[in-house]
């Protein structure tokens, strides 16, 4: 299958600061890419849909203005948690669409806030 | 999209097979049945997925019932590796449509 990478895949920072996780596709150009957040012991939740070159669609309840995100290219997306906070420690999954039906999912990000 | 039903876990033993059920009943005619897994601290990976007919690839087979509201994945034999927890998703295709999931189940494989 194709192959989707993240970095980084842990990130230990202090609250306040802000975050950036980048989202690569690395064999396959991807028009749309998506990020979700999972919290330990639970499933994948759906943060934000984005597409190449348009502003990202947010799922109810996630706060567009914290969690930024830009899709710059058809290889690249990046999810940035502004003013991090501990409750905002999770991991980070970000997914990428090559052509349709195939979805394929990055490692993930261990984001740890102090 | 359709919401699925999954037992919480289930287990079986290395070289087995494991049946793998999943509960679609309000799945819609244009919805595909979708079957990840994520094994622990990784991203979900692709296993197979299928709209009515019976597929099958390296890793598993996808057996839809004929009135669609059920299916069940099978891995032939199944090895430690296999344990996990794992995703059917009912979805449709195309620009718009993304992946939900739910809760899962945890397959563990014992030696």
């Known amino acids: 299958g194709a192959v989707v990478s993240q970095h980084p895949s842990r990130v230990i920072c202090k609250s306040g600061t802000s ?20 919290f330990p012991k639970q499933s994948l939740m759906l943060m934000a849909t ?10 109810q309840g996630v706060e567009k203005d914290k969690f930024l995100i830009n899709h710059a290219s058809l290889t690249l997306s990046t999810l940035t948690v502004t003013s991090a906070h501990p409750e905002d420690s999770s991991f980070y999954i970000c997914s990428a669409r090559e052509g349709t039906p195939y979805v394929y999912f990055g490692p993930g990000t261990r984001l740890t806030v102090l | 999209d359709a919401k699925t039903t999954q037992p919480p876990s289930m287990d079986c033993a290395e070289g087995r097979a494991a049946n793998l059920p999943c509960n679609h009943s309000t799945i819609s005619g244009n919805e595909y049945v979708y079957w990840y897994r994520q094994i622990h601290s990784q991203g979900p990976q692709y ?8 597929e099958t690839n390296e890793m598993a087979s996808l057996i839809i019932t004929e009135d669609r509201k059920s299916s069940t994945l099978i891995l032939p034999h ?3 590796r296999d344990t996990a927890v794992y995703y059917c998703i ?4 195309g620009a718009n449509s993304k992946l ?12």
């Open chain 1, 19 to 38: 975050v950036k996780i980048e989202c690569r596709s690395l064999d396959f150009q991807a028009t749309t890419m998506f990020w979700y957040r999972q």
């Open chain 1, 50 to 59: 984005s597409n190449e070159g348009s502003k990202a669609t947010y799922e």
């Open chain 2, 47 to 54: 296993i197979i997925h299928g709209l009515k007919n019976n």
């Open chain 2, 78 to 80: 199944a090895t430690l």
């Open chain 2, 90 to 93: 009912v979805s449709v295709t």
């Open chain 2, 100 to 111: 939900t999931f739910g809760k899962g189940i945890t397959l563990s494989v014992r030696p």
